[in-house]
């Protein structure tokens, strides 16, 4: 067996077992037959073709022979695994700090963020309470130190 030959037996693992034991010979046969000469690797549309017709086997093989019925499984692994990583993502957050452990970074202090409310603007600056702008008074609302 060729390395070239071995690397179309990995792509085709994304067709079900039953259909690889049945037409996996065929299928790599026919790649195989059309790589040209010296050829090491797949070629990048020759991959991205097994990939996407084992997907569609798949699909097949879970009953969706339809686009329709694809997509809504395709919807229904997307928000199971969207609330699995939003469940994760909550008890890694809620976590306590290890005892003595590594501290979180304290606010950024500097005046490059001058605005209050925008990231990274530290929780010690304020934006001043608003007075009437008179003369010589400036109307602008910068951070300020209590």
Known sequence: MSELE??????LRAYPAEYRRARGAEIV????DLAGPGRRWPSPADAADLVRGGL?????????ADLVPGVRLAAVLAFLTATALAGA???????PPPAGGARRPPAPSSRSASRCGLPGCSPQWRTPPRRPAGPGVSSSSRCWRP
């Not at 993502?89 to 976590?95: D, T």
């Open 6 to 11: 071995r690397r179309y037996h990995r792509l």
């Open 29 to 32: 046969g026919t790649y195989l």
């Open 56 to 64: 569609r086997q798949r699909l097949r093989a879970a009953g969706a």
């Open 89 to 95: 993502w909550s008890v890694l957050e809620l976590r």
